[in-house]
């Protein structure tokens, strides 16, 4: 079933527009990623999502009703962004009391997990924690809500490296308990990317791409070799980038054709990480589109 | 019914402290002044408690809307939800503040005549509309202002939230410059003399129309407004 719909979403504010003609959809109960650089349109469309923003011309569809000010939507979306997601002067105890009537499928035993995972102390207000312990907070009201729409938007500002390993373990664990559909925005792409199924490439408001995960580390690789092989070969594909230096090369290439290429004898494919596939795809995210 | 609950205990989170801050200094400021008028016992003291209860109730829903809204719609509430919420919370809070006051009226008023203090005088509406009785008459009109101030205060919340200073401030303006033409100004004194004369405590139930009509304008602003970027 499609859980999400967008077609011809655009959105703007104050002349500029944030979110340019944005077609797509994709299927419930998986996880994706949405990856682009900083300002590129993920939170606008992740709050247009969850029904907090509006859209300036287009029609969104989350489990083909519109978000914006309904209930039946909002009762299944939960939302949990870098920051200011509860009030600060509410302890963790009362959070936990109110997140039972706002979430209808909300898990006081998860919640209670992750707690003590966290090591977060309920008796204490959201404004006497630490900024990584208030991102737990949310990371643990993101989880335990168990919505059928989980948004997640940079949810980790100040949690170290052990603890965002718990949450990625955590979350995938109780994913494959509860399959969900599950948002993610990230700039740590390479501790997430694993986790998704399939990444929507967003830059200038504009999508850049829509593939699967697999699919995305097929297409774009790195290509080194001699200056004239490579100089050969590189007019089959999107170049990304081209480095050359005393007569050997690197180019890293977008490869859309459906076969795959013969590479000349002294040339080499190389993978790339999935945050060296981002940046490249964004950069030069026209000459996708 | 729950979620608006909910979401009425989100906006009373900071409500109690502050109600008894307020209610602290209220009492404290009473004190002194009392204290200060029978030793010094050479001037008349008028002392106003309903003043101060209208400008905390303004306040304090003014910064209701842009404190809570965010929150609340990030929960997952509707426009209309919150609003609920909003108008429970506030009418809870004018009964709640209109009760304290009419204790504290009978309370002084009680401890003025026993000890036969004759220059100190705590302001009651019941001074003004004399046919009705001291509870009624401050309990009713209490009520009916605070809610008048409540729904006003949310409505240059909402505008506030909508388009900065520029939203309020505009409806101020307009405000001023109604009442001074001379049409209005009239009107409105005629009224207010009408209501005085004939002692007719019910009119004050207008504002309590005009407070749902406040709040229809409030919801009305908040319906299609995208949640602010922080």
């Given at each position: 079933?499609?859980?999400?719909?967008?077609k011809?979403?655009?959105?703007?504010?104050?002349?500029?527009?944030?979110?340019?003609?944005?077609?797509?959809?994709?299927?419930?109960?998986?996880i994706?990623?949405?990856?682009?650089?900083?300002?590129s349109?993920?939170?606008?469309?992740?709050?247009?999502?969850?029904?907090?923003?509006?859209?300036?011309?287009?029609?969104?569809?989350?489990?083909?009703?519109?978000?914006?000010?309904?209930?039946?939507?909002?009762?299944?979306?939960c939302?949990?962004?870098?920051?200011?997601?509860?009030?600060v002067d509410m302890?963790?105890?009362?959070?936990?009391?109110?997140?039972?009537?706002?979430y209808?499928?909300?898990?006081?035993?998860?919640?209670?997990s992750?707690?003590?995972?966290?090591?977060?102390?309920?008796t204490?207000?959201?404004?006497?924690?630490?900024?990584?312990?208030?991102?737990?907070?949310?990371?643990?009201?993101?989880?335990?809500?168990?919505?059928?729409?989980?948004?997640?938007d940079?949810?980790?500002?100040?949690?170290?490296?052990?603890?965002?390993?718990?949450?990625?373990?955590?979350?995938?664990?109780?994913?494959?308990e509860?399959?969900?559909?599950?948002?993610?925005?990230?700039?740590?792409?390479d501790?997430?990317?694993?986790?998704?199924q399939?990444?929507y490439?967003?830059n200038?408001g504009?999508?850049l791409?829509?593939?699967?995960?697999?699919?995305?580390?097929?297409?774009?690789?790195?290509?080194?070799?001699?200056t004239?092989?490579?100089?050969?070969?590189?007019?089959?594909?999107?170049?990304?980038e081209?480095?050359?230096?005393?007569?050997?090369?690197?180019?890293?290439?977008?490869?859309?054709?459906e076969?795959?290429?013969?590479?000349?004898?002294?040339?080499?494919?190389?993978?790339?990480?999935?945050?060296?596939?981002?940046?490249?795809?964004?950069?030069?995210?026209?000459?996708?589109? | 019914?729950?979620?608006?609950?909910?979401?009425?205990?989100?906006?009373?989170?900071?409500?109690?402290?502050?109600?008894?801050?307020?209610?602290?200094?209220?009492?404290?400021?009473?004190?002194?002044?009392?204290?200060?008028?029978?030793?010094?016992n050479?001037?008349?003291?008028?002392?106003t408690n309903?003043?101060?209860?209208?400008?905390?109730?303004?306040i304090?829903?003014?910064?209701?809307?842009?404190?809570n809204?965010?929150?609340?719609?990030?929960?997952?509430?509707?426009?209309?939800?919150?609003?609920t919420?909003?108008?429970?919370?506030?009418?809870?809070?004018?009964?709640?503040?209109?009760?304290i006051?009419?204790?504290?009226?009978?309370?002084?008023?009680?401890?003025?005549?026993?000890?036969?203090?004759?220059?100190?005088?705590?302001?009651?509406?019941?001074?003004?509309?004399?046919?009705?009785?001291?509870?009624?008459?401050?309990?009713?009109i209490?009520?009916?202002?605070?809610?008048?101030?409540?729904?006003?205060?949310?409505?240059?919340?909402?505008?506030?939230?909508k388009?900065?200073l520029?939203?309020?401030?505009?409806?101020?303006?307009?405000?001023?410059?109604?009442?001074?033409?001379?049409?209005?100004?009239?009107n409105?004194?005629?009224?207010f003399?009408?209501?005085?004369?004939?002692?007719?405590?019910?009119?004050?139930?207008?504002?309590?129309?005009?407070s749902?009509?406040?709040?229809?304008?409030?919801?009305?602003?908040?319906?299609?407004?995208?949640?602010?970027?922080?």
């Amino acid at each position: 079933m499609t859980v999400v719909q967008m077609k011809n979403v655009s959105k703007k504010i104050k002349n500029h527009m944030i979110l340019d003609n944005l077609n797509f959809d994709f299927e419930e109960n998986q996880i994706v990623g949405f990856l682009g650089k900083n300002g590129s349109g993920k939170t606008s469309l992740m709050k247009i999502i969850a029904g907090e923003w509006s859209s300036t011309s287009g029609q969104v569809y989350v489990n083909d009703q519109k978000p914006f000010n309904n209930k039946k939507v909002l009762a299944k979306v939960c939302f949990i962004q870098e920051g200011n997601n509860f009030p600060v002067d509410m302890k963790i105890s009362k959070l936990l009391k109110l997140c039972r009537n706002f979430y209808p499928n909300w898990n006081q035993e998860v919640a209670e997990s992750l707690l003590e995972l966290f090591d977060l102390d309920r008796t204490k207000k959201i404004k006497e924690l630490s900024k990584g312990m208030e991102s737990a907070v949310g990371v643990m009201v993101g989880i335990s809500s168990r919505c059928e729409i989980t948004i997640f938007d940079e949810p980790y500002i100040g949690m170290d490296a052990n603890a965002r390993k718990k949450f990625y373990q955590y979350l995938l664990n109780d994913y494959i308990e509860v399959p969900r559909t599950i948002i993610f925005s990230t700039h740590l792409i390479d501790e997430v990317s694993s986790l998704f199924q399939k990444v929507y490439v967003i830059n200038k408001g504009r999508l850049l791409l829509d593939i699967q995960t697999d699919e995305l580390k097929e297409k774009v690789y790195a290509i080194t070799g001699p200056t004239k092989e490579i100089e050969e070969i590189k007019n089959k594909f999107t170049i990304l980038e081209e480095k050359h230096f005393m007569g050997n090369g690197e180019i890293i290439v977008f490869d859309q054709s459906e076969k795959e290429h013969v590479m000349p004898e002294n040339c080499k494919r190389n993978a790339l990480n999935m945050q060296d596939i981002i940046v490249h795809v964004t950069e030069k995210g026209e000459q996708i589109l | 019914m729950n979620r608006i609950l909910s979401a009425k205990s989100i906006l009373e989170v900071r409500n109690i402290k502050t109600q008894s801050i307020f209610w602290g200094f209220l009492l404290l400021f009473l004190t002194l002044s009392l204290v200060l008028t029978v030793t010094v016992n050479d001037f008349t003291t008028q002392f106003t408690n309903s003043v101060a209860i209208y400008i905390f109730m303004a306040i304090s829903s003014y910064v209701l809307i842009g404190k809570n809204f965010n929150y609340c719609i990030h929960f997952g509430l509707t426009r209309g939800e919150f609003m609920t919420a909003s108008i429970l919370s506030r009418v809870q809070n004018v009964i709640v503040m209109a009760l304290i006051n009419i204790i504290i009226l009978v309370s002084v008023n009680q401890i003025l005549t026993s000890f036969s203090i004759e220059h100190f005088n705590i302001f009651s509406w019941s001074s003004i509309f004399t046919d009705h009785s001291l509870i009624v008459t401050n309990m009713w009109i209490d009520f009916c202002v605070g809610i008048l101030v409540s729904s006003a205060a949310m409505l240059s919340g909402a505008l506030y939230y909508k388009w900065g200073l520029v939203g309020p401030i505009s409806v101020i303006v307009v405000l001023i410059l109604a009442t001074s033409l001379p049409f209005i100004r009239s009107n409105l004194f005629d009224f207010f003399e009408r209501v005085y004369s004939e002692q007719a405590l019910a009119s004050f139930g207008w504002l309590l129309i005009v407070s749902i009509v406040l709040w229809a304008c409030t919801y009305l602003l908040l319906n299609r407004v995208d949640l602010k970027r922080e």
